[in-house]
């Protein structure tokens, strides 16, 4: 193997690739050679970082140093600056959000960093994705082959998950060994186990970032999963969506199968295991477990009753084993440190960690994993650097569609499945938005109820029919007709939607509206009372108003006008705007060079 | 999905129907990829591609038309050359994405799911495509573009009315 006295790590993930960062990789690459230091620096493409709003991210080690929002333009100058006269381009090692993270020159000692342990992203960002000796260098197949070499009984694999107290990461928290154990106890020739990479929930990205940073870790997974419950066929079901993805997990299925670490007699056991991949087709009910068989099968997505549950009547009717991209990259480590360590993180009920997509009103968007236990606070303010542009937190959503916000007062709970529940979230797979001062918890709540009822399979009656009816009853209060009455049958229906709807789909859409009404209520009240969006989000209840005072009649607002609703008289009069005739699209409002134009 | 245009339409028949052969024998089993791969050649799903579709795999049209409706990612009508695709996320959506989408609607005169007259330009209100980070994201085919605000619209746009 040849030697380098420096590698440059680029993040590949999604977001840096988006900007770029394949050009960048070239560039590098080019100019490398260019520069005649190709053999002493490598350049290794990798998996998520973490730190997405500050991508394209690079990373030079041995230095640890980190550079952001790199462009291909930029390489030029970091090759012979830094590879070439040792001296780190001090312009790009500082970030642009609020927060100052350029204090730390090291990676792992900046704030963002700091708070985090990756146990489940442990590989993201520091191995080639696409390189199965790189996961193999770092203990990658030791699991594997320690439960297939040292011939470890099913059942012992069983209940080492069982010991570890690993609950499934997609959201329900189901006990993952359990799961494994209902499976292996069912006496059937065909067992199935599945991967659920259908993330479905908008503003979440974790799951995608492990399959691209770290696909071997899933397939690896997988086929310790497959023996334990006796299967020797899997299926991972990823969204079409993701293109990377499904690519890496392509060439990671290859080259393991290559390694005799899949398919046939696996590390020259007894023990075969195959897997396949199947693309979802945008359906957010097919992250459901019966509803993402049923389109394995090449069905509709309809959910089905249970029981039976899919560990005793699943995929093709055999017994199923269901778990989440992030329950399964767990699962290596808890062989190769033992549960005993896996159980020592996280708190009483919630073992390990939990990544998070941190998105929204927050000043390090990214991708975070921390211990259980670990605060809401902690999360957004210290690793994720607080609200920017110096406005006031709200809320922070989880749990997607099938969440809720957890309001300020609430910052110091710490985060574990019960907890969230406890408050009227939930953790769901992962994803965490932020939301500032200006964004209307009324408007967020219907936001959520269109995305179930547009995703509703239709199947049955409450989920279907009480959804929609629940979204008309919000439109009405955020179009400035609701009653006081209105609240109260939301709440009505809320419990019917919970208690009669067949899947968990239906059994959560309402969380977001009755989170929302219990933590925000006030605003609802203003929304019906007042007539009155006080964060100028719902346009049916706002108006816009030109102030005399300030207005320089220029004419620009009356200019940009799409309607023609503003009159005045250039240079003599103040522009008005005809409230009536108003469509309320905001474009003199951000014509106005003088703050004139005013919403309330 | 600009390559499709690029096909004559018996390529697309022998495409398709070499498609069919590959899962020859698996019946219904097969109908979510055989339509993913249908899709890719024809860049959309129409009537008689489902009516080969179904012969081929020995399902009814009924129920390949049921599988294509239940999917957002089938469509029946056909898109764009270029697809400006809007993403409606929740990170995306709380820093103004559904501004961003109103104003793509005005610049092409059509709402999320049309297509313009002249077949250049279709609209996606999509969900998440993964890019939080440089929320609010569009993509225009495989083009992403982040950290919008809407008066950058007509400028992007413009690029590919020219193309």
């Known amino acids: ?600 | 999905m600009g390559s499709t245009k690029t096909k004559t339409h018996d390529e697309q028949v022998t495409l398709l129907e070499q498609v069919i052969a590959k899962y020859q024998g698996q019946g219904r089993k097969a109908l979510m990829q055989v339509l993913q791969e249908a899709q890719a050649i024809y860049g959309y799903l129409p009537l008689d591609v489902q009516r080969t579709v179904a012969d081929g795999l020995g399902v009814s049209v009924a129920e390949v038309y049921g599988v294509i409706t239940f999917y957002s990612f089938f469509s029946l009508n056909p898109k764009g050359a270029f697809e400006v695709s809007v993403c409606l996320g929740t990170a995306c959506y709380v820093k103004g994405s559904q501004a961003i989408l109103e104003k793509i609607e005005e610049e092409l005169h059509i709402k999320a799911g049309e297509c313009t007259p002249d077949g250049k330009f279709s609209i996606n209100a999509c969900r998440c495509i993964g890019a939080c980070g440089l929320a609010p994201v569009i993509m225009v085919n495989e083009d992403v573009y982040g950290r919008l605000t809407p008066d950058q619209i007509p400028a992007i746009l413009a690029k590919y009315k020219e193309a």
């Open chain 1, 1 to 600: 193997m040849d030697l380098y006295r420096a590698h440059v790590l680029v993040c590949c993930g999604t977001g840096c690739t988006s900007s770029q960062s394949g050009k960048i990789i070239e560039n590098l690459e080019k100019e490398l050679t260019a520069q005649g230091l190709s053999r002493e620096v490598k350049v290794v493409k990798t998996g998520c970082f973490g730190l997405c709003a500050e991508g394209p991210i690079m990373v030079v080690y041995p230095e640890g140093v980190m550079y952001y929002r790199v462009s291909p333009d930029d390489v030029t100058e970091i090759v012979s600056e830094h590879f070439l006269k040792g001296r780190p381009v001090a312009r790009l090692m500082t970030v642009q959000t609020a927060v100052p993270l350029d204090q730390a020159r090291n990676v792992e000692e900046s704030d963002f960093f700091k708070k985090q342990l990756r146990v489940a992203l442990r590989n993201c960002g520091s191995i080639n994705p696409e390189s199965i000796e790189e996961y193999i260098a770092h203990d990658g197949y030791l699991a594997l082959g320690k439960v297939l070499t040292e011939k470890m009984a099913p059942l012992d694999v069983i209940n080492e998950v069982k010991k570890s107290g690993l609950r499934g990461r997609g959201g329900g928290g189901f006990p993952t060994g359990l799961k494994w154990e209902f499976a292996a106890r069912q006496q059937n020739e065909q067992k199935y186990v599945c991967c659920n990479a259908d993330e479905g929930d908008p503003g979440a990205f974790m799951d995608r970032s492990i399959l691209e940073g770290d696909p071997h870790s899933v397939i690896e997974a997988m086929a310790i999963a497959g023996y334990a419950i006796g299967a020797n066929q899997g299926y991972i079901y990823v969204r079409a969506e993701y293109p990377i993805a499904v690519q890496r997990l392509k060439l990671a299925i290859g080259q393991a199968k290559a390694y005799g670490l899949l398919g046939e007699r696996v590390f020259g056991s007894e023990f075969s295991f195959d897997i396949e991949i199947r693309l979802g087709a945008g359906a957010f009910v097919c992250g459901e477990e019966t509803a993402l068989m049923r389109s394995i099968e090449g069905k509709r997505g309809n959910p089905t009753p249970r029981p039976p549950f899919p560990a005793v009547k699943g995929l093709f009717d055999k017994p199923t084993i269901l778990n989440n991209v992030e329950t399964f990259a767990n699962i290596p480590v808890i062989f190769q440190k033992g549960a005993d360590w896996f159980a020592s993180l996280g708190t009483d009920k919630s073992k390990g960690t939990k990544v998070f997509a941190l998105g929204g009103k927050v000043s390090n968007v990214g991708l975070v994993e921390i211990p259980m236990g670990t605060t809401v606070r902690e999360i957004v303010f210290d690793i994720g650097g607080g609200i920017p542009n110096n406005k006031a937190f709200k809320a922070v959503q989880t749990g997607g569609p099938s969440g809720g916000c957890i309001p300020a007062k609430l910052l110091d709970t710490p985060i574990d499945y019960d907890n969230l529940i406890a408050v009227g979230s939930m953790m769901g797979s992962g994803g965490m938005i932020v939301m500032d001062e200006d964004t209307c918890m009324v408007d967020i709540a219907k936001f959520f109820l269109e995305f179930t009822v547009d995703e509703s399979c239709g199947k049955c009656a409450p989920c279907r029919i009480g959804t929609r009816r629940m979204l008309e009853v919000l439109e009405k209060i955020t179009g400035g007709t609701g009653t006081m009455e209105d609240l109260e049958a939301l709440e009505r229906l809320a419990v019917g939607i919970k208690e009669g709807s067949l899947c968990a789909l239906g059994q959560t859409a309402p969380n977001p509206v009755l989170s929302t009404l219990k933590h925000f209520r006030e605003e609802y009240v203003e929304h019906v009372t007042e007539k009155r969006c006080r964060c100028g989000v719902c346009k049916g209840l706002t108006q816009y108003f030109i102030l005399t005072d300030l207005c320089k009649m220029c004419g620009l607002c009356a200019k940009r006008c799409p309607v023609g609703c503003i009159s005045g008289v250039l240079g003599k009069e103040p522009f008005v705007i005809d409230t009536a005739k108003c469509i309320k699209c905001g474009a003199c409002m951000q014509a106005c060079k003088f703050k004139a134009v005013v919403k309330r």
